[in-house]
């Protein structure tokens, strides 16, 4: 069973489709969360990137890992709906496998620094085991506006 399911997800992020890229949580510690994106050949973005073989684009890998860590990061704010969390740097970028539809894209993020409103993460991405993207991942907590 899930940590949490797509409703609690939309409880805490803002995001909604189609740019909400985290269907569940499997896992959630208080410096690790493990998201799963379900990849569907019926996403947007496959109409036009690669239609004769379908492939996610890279930088969707980095913000589905990338919203997989807001979903830690402001679930450990008491006022977490007051705020949001916003990407503030991507560094070492690596993608070493396609990913396609009926994919199951399992991201886990770990913090390496946390600070009052600076999070700094290493995600990996994989599918069935092997590893498809990696990244550190670094968001900045705001307030809603």
């Known amino acids: 069973m899930p940590v949490l399911d797509i409703d609690a997800i939309k409880d805490i992020l803002p995001h909604r489709y189609p740019f909400l ?6 896992e959630m510690e208080e410096n690790r969360i493990v ?3 379900n990849v569907s050949i019926n996403e947007p973005f496959f109409i036009g990137h ?30 977490r709906h007051t705020k949001v969390v916003l990407m503030a740097s991507i560094e070492e970028a690596k993608f070493r496998r396609p990913v396609r539809p009926g994919d199951a894209l399992r991201m886990e993020l770990t913090y390496i620094k946390k600070k009052s409103t600076i999070a700094k993460m290493k995600g990996m991405a994989t599918v069935d085991g092997v590893a498809v993207a990696e990244a550190i991942v670094m968001c900045t907590i705001a307030e809603r506006g």
Do not use: C, F, H, W
């Open 50 to 79: 690669y239609p004769n073989y379908p492939v996610m684009p890279g930088v969707l890998i980095v913000e589905a890992m990338a919203q997989t860590a807001g979903v830690l990061v402001l679930s450990q704010v008491p006022d």
């Open 35 to 37: 998201g799963l994106k």
């Open 21 to 26: 890229l985290v269907d569940r949580i499997l």
